[in-house]
């Protein structure tokens, strides 16, 4: 498959909103993973969120809105776009041109479509990263967001990253395939249906015996760690480019 | 036919999750029909070809829908079927209650029929001194316990063995409470005999309809549909007009799909393709057949490019049965006939928005559904289009037809709030301004709202000091 660009000396970085607001160290690790691998990293300060809670939420004119501002923000060069969760890389990867469909920047946006990539997949199939772990021995789990497994198909991406790291312990969830009930706004507006969700993401994450859940999308990570915190569970939760960046650092 | 009482699925949700018997007997059917799924499709790429080849079937059929009804309504009609056209429920009820009369019918023996639960065909009949009894296993269960199906395809899986047994014990006379399965099914089926010795005449559903030939063919495991649809001398079958395929060769791609779907089998133990009514010179088979054929708003959704998906479906329940949301609440807190991710898109459809568009609140759009769909129905797009026209919001490319309740929940508060989120993130200043202030501020947000909401179950979340846009210029990361 050469679903990858040739010319990888440059990239974008799509932060996402969330993890611009609550888990800026993710961020970095994920920058500077492909930093280590060569790439210069271009980070378009007029970025900002890829419009999916708009969209998903019944407005999908403030969703188009937001989704032309961040097409304009990379529009200087034609090279890749990396995004650290693939519910947004999603986003703009596969509900971009539908949003768009029969609008005049139609094509544009097609053409933008096509550059994004999720950050996991990125690493390991265009660049080829290949990691030495110097961390201490751990038990962790694996949670996959739907959209990372259905839109950008990357689930078995970030467990082989996980994989080389000779130290870890990846245990699979029993339910992996299963939603953990953040849904964005629907965590919101069915907050009971989605506390029943993640109640069992959770007894099956603490089933696994992992000390850490390891994920590729922060909305997810904030959703389940959010509700381990409240009930005093000890499993902590991190993103799986700031868990990489620890173990090769030691 | 929306109920007076107004729908409060909110309160429908709440108490189906505090109900422990019944999340526990969904979880475990539920994961019993998922594995039953796995094992027929077992190949990933046979089974993506197998899904489209009955996308583009289903596509191709609706796309010449006005002529294949009439080329169906001519075969049926050449074959000796009765032709019947209803445009409402109502109608169709009519239809059917003429048919009984005709013949001084009082009691009915009904297989399994979607159809006739949109109807409240049961409900209908009772009023006019008409018993209608139910033959297929799971709907007889739940119809002596004077409940409505909680499944498509699977009526009573709400109910474990155990509560089976209490009903037949306490609803069928002379019935000792018994646990055992096989003597379960013995009760059952004396009972259902003696109901088909008496039913004068009898009604089914239609899985296809076969615009060639004139075939209605009916997909079963018990055999109660073809005992519904040869002994009487009278036989009812009802159908939505999406069912009409073009000929016979569409059938097998699509039997293979929904039996796989349904059940996890490869061909179901019945099934019956019925052509004509019995001829001259032949021994058994209805001396009459109908069909009626139902639109209910159908129509109107074939109108609309994205809407017309919603009637590819070939009610296979299997997005029921990979639903996260359905399986944790089941069947009858959605209030409506058809429950689960094709019911969120197909029931706010015929009852309207304003009566059971917050259906469409109840998914994570997490795509479960989608990724087994037979037919390929974008059932997470179409959830969103029931959000936009909720609040009176339409994306350009899907504005051919507006759904009844269109804007129904339209609010000054919601519209300024994502204005201001817009906003927000197409002004990078005011970006910079927000992540800022709630950097600094977050933490003291009151517990208000959706904030409320979100801390019932979890922890408040906790916005960094510096944000990733801080952090990549002080690192220097070019900004261009």
């Not at chain 1, 974008?12 to 800026?24: E, I, K, S």
């Not at chain 1, 390891?214 to 000890?234: F, H, L, P, S, V």
């Not at chain 2, 990933?44 to 309504?73: D, F, Q, V, W, Y």
């Not at chain 2, 073009?246 to 791609?253: G, N, S």
Request: charged share 25%.
């Amino acid at each position: 498959m050469s679903l990858y660009p040739d010319k990888l000396d440059t990239v974008y970085y799509f932060g996402t909103c969330l993890v611009d607001m609550a888990y800026p160290d993710a961020g970095m690790a994920g920058i500077k993973l492909l930093q280590q691998q060569g790439v210069q990293v271009i980070f378009p300060q007029e970025q900002s969120c890829c419009g999916q809670p708009a969209y998903n939420s019944g407005f999908p004119r403030e969703a188009m809105e937001v989704a032309l501002k961040q097409v304009q923000a990379f529009s200087a060069r034609d090279c890749p776009v990396v995004v650290p969760s693939g519910s947004c890389a999603g986003m703009m990867k596969t509900h971009y041109p539908e949003l768009f469909a029969g609008h005049p920047d139609y094509y544009d946006i097609k053409a933008f479509s096509d550059r994004i990539y999720e950050l996991g997949d990125f690493l390991l199939n265009a660049l080829g990263a290949r990691y030495k772990d110097k961390g201490e021995p751990v038990k962790v789990t694996w949670h996959s967001s739907c959209h990372a497994r259905t839109e950008m198909r990357v689930t078995e991406h970030a467990k082989a990253l996980l994989r080389q790291l000779d130290n870890v312990e990846l245990v699979e969830l029993e339910h992996e395939h299963e939603c953990c009930g953040f849904g964005g706004t629907f965590s919101i507006k069915q907050p009971e249906l989605s506390g029943a969700m993640v109640q069992d993401k959770i007894n099956d994450i603490v089933a696994t015996g992992a000390s850490r859940v390891i994920t590729g999308d922060c909305g997810c990570m904030m959703n389940i760690a959010g509700a381990m915190e409240k009930q005093g569970i000890g499993v902590r939760a991190q993103h799986l480019a700031e868990f990489i960046w620890e173990r090769i650092h030691g | 036919m929306a109920s007076k009482k107004k729908f409060d699925f909110a309160a429908h949700i709440q108490e189906a999750l505090n109900d422990s018997q019944l999340r526990s007997n969904f979880k475990f059917a539920m994961g019993t029909m998922i594995q039953k799924r796995k094992a027929v499709f077992a190949d990933p790429e046979e089974t993506a070809a197998l899904r489209r080849t009955g996308n583009a079937i289903k596509r191709r059929c609706l796309s010449r829908l006005p002529a294949l009804l009439e080329k169906l309504e001519k075969k049926c009609t050449e074959n000796g079927i009765v032709v019947h056209w209803a445009e409402t429920t109502a109608e169709a009820n009519n239809i059917v209650l003429d048919i009984m009369k005709r013949h001084d019918a009082t009691r009915l023996v009904k297989g399994k029929s979607m159809v006739s639960e949109e109807m409240h065909l049961n409900r209908f009949l009772e009023e006019r001194n008409i018993e209608a009894l139910e033959t297929d296993l799971g709907e007889f269960i739940i119809q002596l316990n004077n409940e409505p199906p909680s499944h498509i395809i699977v009526p009573a899986i709400h109910k474990n063995r155990k509560q089976v047994a209490q009903i037949f014990h306490e609803k069928l006379k002379d019935t000792p409470y018994v646990e055992e399965v096989e003597k379960l099914n013995a009760i059952a089926r004396k009972t259902l005999r003696e109901k088909f010795r008496m039913g004068q005449v009898g009604l089914s559903g239609v899985n296809f309809a076969v615009a060639e030939t004139g075939t209605l063919v009916l997909v079963e495991n018990e055999g109660n549909g073809r005992m519904c649809t040869t002994v009487p001398p009278v036989h009812i079958a009802l159908m939505g007009l999406e069912k009409v395929v073009e000929k016979l060769d569409d059938v097998p791609p699509l039997l293979r799909l929904l039996t796989g779907s349904a059940t996890g089998q490869i061909i179901t133990t019945y099934v019956n393709m019925i052509t004509s009514p019995r001829k001259k010179g032949e021994k058994d088979g209805p001396t009459e057949v109908h069909l009626v054929i139902l639109d209910n708003g159908r129509s109107k959704m074939l109108a609309d490019r994205q809407l017309r998906q919603t009637l590819q479906c070939i009610r296979c329940g299997t997005c029921l049965n990979h639903c996260p949301v359905y399986t944790r609440i089941g069947g009858h807190a959605y209030g409506s006939v058809y429950p689960g991710p094709i019911g969120k898109i197909l029931t706010p459809q015929i009852d309207g928005l304003d009566l059971k568009g917050s259906l469409a609140t109840a998914s994570s759009l997490c795509n479960a559904c989608q990724e087994v769909c037979p037919v390929m129905i974008p059932i997470p797009a179409i959830i969103r289009r029931m959000r936009d026209e909720s609040y009176g919001n339409c994306a350009d490319s899907h504005a051919e037809t507006i759904i009844k309740g269109h804007g129904f929940k339209k609010n000054i508060i919601e519209s300024i709030v994502w204005k201001g989120w817009a906003a927000v993130y197409r002004l990078p200043y005011l970006n910079r301004l927000t992540t800022r202030m709630l950097g600094r501020f977050g933490h003291r947000l009151p517990k208000v709202g959706p904030l409320k909401a979100w801390t019932s179950v979890r922890t408040t979340p906790k916005f960094a000091p510096k944000s990733l846009h801080d952090l990549a210029k002080e690192e220097g990361i070019r900004d261009e």
